[in-house]
């Protein structure tokens, strides 16, 4: 009896000191998050000369930008890690927050090759492969089709940029701008450390430390929080998670928020759809509250910095909130998406190479071609660029 009871003891402190380590182990990494935020935004604001103003004539193009926002994030498979740079950028004041706002679409566009990617590892499998598909490009056409809504409206109207703007006069207390000052006139706890680091290295050694430093942590933290919230549930997830539409939306933005990977959660999807253990349209709204906890990065790299970055960081949320009061509480147009998924995985059951090819020219192809009707209209006369009047 005491036996037992010394160790149901020793368990329980074995329990707690797991749970104490766990949490110092991810606070640390979100610590060293912010300071990533803070060396690249410094780092950039040290770069003078031709090279932080390459940037900015680069990124004017809204084409471009986008291009930018989604070749990178493909590359990287983050878009956590593509807007938190972006943030840093803008809080440097390298780029303006209008020139950052579409390489934030596409990010959100760039950061569904994962799961799609996933997908075609069960192309050896018929049945499977389709809804393999299927699963991974629902996520897909629910962010491109929310770039073709919203970049004509910002390109025209500048139509996030004021929304965000204005909610962020609101929040931000007036001080000085710039970066390391925080969103509540707090100065940054990592100012020192930074400036020494950025005036001994040089800002372009630090800023491709900051961007290798970031990279990491996001990725660390990602894996420690899906083995915590999911490692042993893995087997009763589809239950618990998908009971209904509005359960499955609430536990893809609350594990995708605290994750801090949207690939991640979603990468999870494409497995379920593919056996039979979840349908496509309950895995359509656990992918929509994915998209939306996803933002929490973004934000949370914006709160120390300026009223610009923490503009930047709403954008990316609004962008995504606007695309769910759409896709979500729309029934009919929640059926575009899954239709156009299915679509896609009909035919590439059928056609093996579709979903290749798909990959390739949604990615790749298709960016490169928008630089071109862009160059193409620009020496015609009729350049492209964000509209600045107020």
């Known amino acids: 009896m005491i036996r037992n009871l010394f160790l149901s003891a ?6 707690y000191q797991s749970i104490i380590s766990r949490t110092l182990i991810i606070a640390l990494s979100i610590l060293l998050f912010l300071m990533s935020i803070e060396l690249m935004g410094v780092s950039i604001g040290a770069i003078t000369g031709g090279f932080a103003e390459s940037i900015s004539a680069v990124t004017a193009n809204p084409f471009i930008g986008l291009f930018i926002g989604l070749l990178s994030t493909a590359l990287l498979q983050s878009s956590s890690t593509t807007t938190s740079i972006a943030v840093a950028a803008v ?5 303006s927050l209008q020139n950052a706002i579409p390489i934030v679409m596409g990010a959100n566009v760039g950061t569904t090759i994962t799961s799609t990617i996933i997908s075609m590892s069960y192309i050896s499998k018929q049945k499977e492969f389709r809804k393999a598909v299927a699963a991974g490009t629902s996520h897909d056409f629910f962010n491109i089709l929310t770039v073709l809504f919203l970049f004509p409206l910002e390109v025209n109207y500048r139509f996030l940029e004021r929304i965000s703007a ?4 609101n929040i931000h207390v007036s001080g000085r701008s710039g970066v390391g000052q925080g969103a509540y006139g707090f100065s940054s706890i990592f100012d020192t450390c930074t400036t020494w680091l950025v ?3 040089g800002p372009i050694i630090t800023l491709v430390l ?9 990725k660390f933290i990602s894996k420690w929080l899906y083995k915590i919230l999911i490692g042993k549930t893995k087997d009763r997830f589809e239950n618990v998670v998908f009971k209904n539409r509005y359960r499955a939306f609430g536990w893809g933005l609350v594990i995708t928020s605290i994750a801090q990977s949207s690939s991640l959660t979603t990468s999870l999807i494409v497995p379920l759809v593919a056996t039979g253990k979840v349908k496509i349209k309950k895995a359509f709204q656990f992918i929509l509250g994915a998209n939306i906890g996803t933002t929490i990065t973004a934000l949370l790299a914006a709160i120390f910095q300026s009223e610009a970055a923490i503009s930047l960081a ?5 962008f995504n909130l606007i695309g769910v009061m759409v896709f979500f509480l729309i029934p009919v147009l929640t059926k575009v998406p899954v239709y156009l998924a299915k679509k896609m995985g009909l035919v590439t059951m059928r056609i093996r190479l579709v979903g290749f090819a798909y990959i390739l020219v949604a990615f790749f192809l298709l960016p490169f071609t928008l630089i071109y009707f862009s160059q193409v209209m620009e020496k015609s006369g009729d350049p492209v ?5 107020d």
């Open 10 to 15: 020793e368990m329980n402190n074995s329990s």
């Open 91 to 95: 809080a440097s004041g390298a780029i």
């Open 166 to 169: 204005f909610i962020s006069s």
């Open 199 to 201: 005036t001994n290295l």
């Open 210 to 218: 900051g961007i290798i430093l970031l990279f990491a942590c996001i």
């Open 314 to 318: 709403l954008v990316h949320l609004l």
């Open 385 to 389: 660029e964000i509209r600045s009047e």
